[in-house]
């Protein structure tokens, strides 16, 4: 297999998590990739954005075949997604309402609210967030609690990350060794959510707090 960590034209050689994910498609090819992309799942901090690129930049140079790479990052996805689905069944409603109970400015109607509100819009969730960073990994939690049925769960997963993987690898085998400017233009998407979510967190802390202080006067 040719050398994924040679000299690229431009950037340093693939160290961290490029370099981590170079080393397992070297030992295992493919599947290296695959696991890379589930890991991922698991550990959000581990970027995507990096490890499908790299396997698109893989792909580019024949160490592992283009559709290969797409599969198997697919794969990778998807298993990774099912095992934060059950993570999320193991915890239950009964046990996300207990602990919404004991969290400050946080009320259990919050949760039914969330509840009733995946029951009209879990199919969409599922498969958008398969497409948005962050969410990516956490939609799979909230499924998991709703029970949502494994079969749908499995399709829509497995088309949305489809999507975002082939787009990825793609990019990065057409880029070749300029793959790792990807992730600088993901990077400005990322900052957008975490902005939106920032702000949408924001927004109810400040409502709830305004709101008991109201209650107090009142009260009082």
Aim: glycine residues 12%; without cysteine.
């Amino acid at each position: 297999m040719t050398e994924l960590a040679h000299p690229l034209a431009g950037p340093p050689e693939p160290t961290g998590i490029a370099g981590w994910a170079t080393g397992l498609m070297e030992t295992l090819g493919a599947p290296g990739a695959g696991l890379a992309v589930a890991l991922e799942n698991l550990f959000p901090p581990l970027p995507s954005e990096v490890i499908l690129p790299l396997a698109g930049f893989a792909a580019s140079q024949g160490d592992i075949h283009l559709g290969a790479a797409i599969f198997w990052t697919t794969l990778g996805s998807t298993v990774g997604a099912v095992a934060l689905y059950y993570v999320g069944a193991l915890l239950g409603r009964d046990r996300t309402r207990a602990i919404a109970a004991r969290l400050p400015l946080v009320k259990v109607a919050d949760v039914d609210r969330t509840e009733a509100w995946f029951a009209r819009h879990g199919t969409k969730a599922v498969f958008f967030g398969r497409m948005i960073p962050i969410f990516r990994s956490l939609i799979s939690v909230p499924a998991g609690i709703e029970r949502m049925p494994i079969a749908t769960f499995l399709g829509l997963t497995a088309l949305g990350s489809l999507i975002w993987n082939t787009v990825f690898v793609l990019a990065g085998y057409l880029l070749g060794e300029n793959w790792w400017r990807v992730e600088a233009y993901v990077g400005i998407l990322q900052n957008v959510v975490i902005a939106a979510v920032v702000l949408g967190v924001g927004y109810f802390v400040v409502s709830r707090v305004l709101r008991a202080r109201s209650r107090g006067r009142r009260g009082s």
